[in-house]
C-alpha cells in the first residue's frame, strides 16, 4: 500500500513559477514509476510529466522545457518544477504511482495561473 500527498500548489501570476511536492508513504518506492496529472475543470485528466524507476523523464509536449519532474528514493519524494506558467496550465495535480497492476494516486492540489 502506498499513500501520496501533494503540496505546494497555490495562485501564481502568468509567468510565475511553482514547484510540487509529492510525499509517499510505504515501502518499496524505488519500484514504482512516478507521474503527474492534471485535470482542468471539464477535461479529462491528462498525463504532465513522468519518472521511471532509472530516471528517465517524459513530458506531454505542451509543457516540455517548462516543467522539470524529479524524484528522491531516499526521501520518497517526487517533485515537479514548473517555470514559465500559463493560464491553461491551472488544474488540479494529481501526483501517481505505478508498479506492476498496482496503482495510486494523490488526492491533489490545485494551481491556479491568473492575473
Known amino acids: 500500500q502506498v499513500q501520496l500527498v501533494e503540496s505546494g500548489g497555490g495562485l501564481v501570476q502568468p509567468g510565475g513559477s511553482l514547484t510540487l511536492s509529492c510525499a509517499a508513504s510505504?515501502?518499496?518506492?524505488?519500484?514504482?514509476?512516478m507521474g503527474w496529472y492534471r485535470q482542468a475543470p471539464g477535461k479529462v485528466r491528462e498525463l504532465v510529466a513522468r519518472v521511471n524507476t532509472g530516471g528517465t523523464t517524459n513530458y506531454v509536449d505542451s509543457v516540455r522545457d517548462r516543467f522539470t519532474i524529479s524524484r528522491d528514493n531516499a526521501k520518497k519524494m517526487v517533485y515537479l518544477q514548473m517555470n514559465s506558467l500559463k493560464p491553461e496550465d491551472t488544474a488540479v495535480y494529481y501526483c501517481?504511482?505505478?508498479?506492476?497492476?498496482?496503482?495510486?494516486w494523490g488526492r491533489g492540489t490545485q494551481v491556479t495561473v491568473s492575473s
Open positions: 510505504g515501502s518499496e518506492f524505488s519500484l514504482f514509476h
Open positions: 501517481n504511482a505505478k508498479y506492476k497492476w498496482y496503482e495510486y
